[in-house]
């Protein structure tokens, strides 16, 4: 799997969450909310330590991750974070892996 993120979601990121150089930020599954891949569960997304990665981006000196024990979520799905503009808030969409 792999992750995308648009040049507006990496703007939000820092502006939102402070991210800096050296922190590391993580996608990671919940229990509750809405999702198109599996129902009753969503993603969250915090700053943390990477342990086991799966996937790994890696910008500005930030990593963003997905950690083994959250792949079952993805379902072989990529994921692309953007940001929608009406509500100003973190965006998921997933497609198929590419090959």
């Known amino acids: 799997m792999k992750i995308n993120i648009?040049?507006?979601?990496?703007?939000w990121f820092q502006e939102e969450m402070e991210v800096a150089a050296g922190?590391?930020?993580r996608f990671y599954v919940r229990?509750?909310?809405s999702s198109k891949l599996q129902p009753?569960?969503?993603l969250g997304v915090?700053?943390?330590v990477p342990s086991e990665t799966a996937a790994v981006l890696e910008r500005d000196g930030v990593t963003y991750y997905v950690e083994q024990t959250d792949?079952?979520?993805?379902d072989g799905?990529?994921?692309h974070v953007t940001v929608n503009d009406e509500l100003k808030e973190l965006?998921?969409?997933?497609?198929k892996e590419s090959a």
Do not use: M, N, Q, R
Request: proline share 0%; no cysteine; net charge negative.
């Open 46 to 48: 915090t700053k943390d």
């Open 91 to 95: 965006d998921y969409s997933y497609e």
């Open 71 to 74: 792949v079952w979520y993805f």
């Open 77 to 79: 799905h990529d994921l």
């Open 23 to 25: 922190e590391a930020v």
């Open 6 to 11: 648009s040049e507006d979601a990496f703007k």
């Open 31 to 33: 229990y509750g909310g």
């Open 40 to 42: 009753g569960f969503s």
